[in-house]
């Protein structure tokens, strides 16, 4: 059962008509300041979803999307996009954060939030406003029968090695994926921005958890994911191995930037973009326009 699944036949049902989200219903006798922002994909496990936020041991009250919004299209001064507001930067997620104490992400097999574009975008926000962000992970021991098979899998872990790119995530629908992308493009300087905060807020994470990691060996005897099969010992080494493979990744990522940077300097060098009124010249102004930038800090050209 997935977080729409949920949405679809508790949520919207039970708030039908009222105007209310599922979560002030419940607390409408006695509403509750939510003290963390949850930023999850609605295509996740729900039971992952849950386990994952439990396991965190981050206490609440916590303020999740799904129920913290009023699902229903059936009262037309309470719709989603009325609730969601012009732009991101207004909108209840980026509300919400700012009175936060922290923010969680959360991360299940079902669904990776690297490629969902409200995750990301929350992420680079609740950075730009200093709110401490963390990742929680779906943690799950799989066996055929004997301990000696048994297989320990952490989602943050086994994503490691995973590309960010903010220019390629998707929404659940077109109109957030347009107000949120127009928003980067304006507003924050470029996707590679986001793909940045996003990166280290992932480094960070792996690197928090190391204390936690040689805490954990014991649940484990044989791992194959993400640098190879290992012993129990050696759970602290794929800890390590993951934190490299996530710095590798960016590395990557900032080299190939630069490449383009250097490619476009040199195609834009002797360009008059006041006198020269080609579609080149069009084309390369519109790029400087959009900003170009190297691990968040604009080229000078």
Not at 149 to 157: C, E, G, P, R, V
Not at 191 to 196: K, L, T
Request: net charge neutral; charged share 20%.
């Amino acid at each position: 059962m997935s977080m729409y699944d949920v949405v679809n036949n508790i949520v919207k049902p039970t708030t039908a008509g009222t105007g209310l989200s599922y979560a002030l219903l419940c607390n409408k006798e006695s509403p509750v300041r939510a003290r963390v922002m949850v930023s999850h994909a609605w295509q996740e496990n729900f039971k992952q979803f849950v386990e994952a936020l439990v396991a965190s041991e981050i206490e609440g009250p916590f303020w999740v999307c799904a129920l913290s919004i009023y699902q229903n299209e059936d009262l037309p001064n309470v719709t989603i996009i009325k609730q969601l507001g012009p732009s991101p930067a207004s909108g209840p997620f980026s509300t919400v954060l700012k009175q936060a104490d922290r923010m969680v992400a959360i991360m299940t097999d079902s669904c990776d939030i690297y490629t969902r574009l409200w995750c990301v975008y929350e992420i680079f926000i609740a950075m730009t406003l200093n709110v401490p962000v963390s990742l929680a992970s779906f943690n799950n021991i799989t066996t055929s029968g004997g301990s000696s098979d048994a297989m320990y899998t952490n989602i943050i872990l086994d994503s490691s090695s995973k590309e960010i790119s903010t220019l390629s995530a998707e929404c659940g629908n077109q109109y957030d994926k347009d107000m949120i992308q127009k928003e980067i493009l304006e507003k924050v300087g470029g996707f590679e921005v986001i793909d940045d905060a996003v990166m280290w807020v992932r480094i960070k994470a792996l690197i928090d958890d190391m204390p936690s990691a040689r805490q954990k060996v014991l649940l484990e005897t044989m791992v194959y994911r993400p640098c190879g099969t290992c012993s129990a010992s050696n759970i602290v080494t794929r800890q390590n191995a993951a934190i490299a493979s996530a710095i590798q990744v960016w590395n990557d990522a900032k080299a190939r930037r630069s490449a383009k940077d250097s490619k476009l300097k040199k195609e834009c060098k002797g360009y008059d973009f006041h006198k020269d009124d080609s579609e080149t010249s069009k084309g390369l102004l519109k790029t400087f326009q959009n900003k170009i930038f190297d691990c968040g800090q604009m080229c000078n050209f």
